[in-house]
């Protein structure tokens, strides 16, 4: 039984994408709490980056998919 090289490459993609997606948000998350500690009393850049980061995330996840549809 012969197997579909590209096939195979598409599910390597796909695995990655959650890996990504946890690496920028925790990334960021990380930051907006660094950030707080260092200048403010509050939660405002954890929240603010958390947000930018879910998003940035998101936007390279349908980046991603669109690539992959692309290329067949």
Do not use: C
């Not at 403010?40 to 669109?66: G, M, P």
């Amino acid at each position: 039984m012969k197997t579909n090289p590209k096939l195979n490459n598409k599910w390597i993609v796909m695995m990655q994408i959650p890996f990504q997606m946890g690496t920028i948000i925790f990334a960021f998350t990380f930051l907006g709490i660094w950030l707080d500690k260092k200048y403010t009393q509050t939660n405002l850049f954890t929240i603010i980056l958390s947000l930018l980061a879910v998003f940035i995330a998101l936007y390279n996840v349908i980046r991603q998919v669109k690539n992959l549809n692309k290329k067949e």
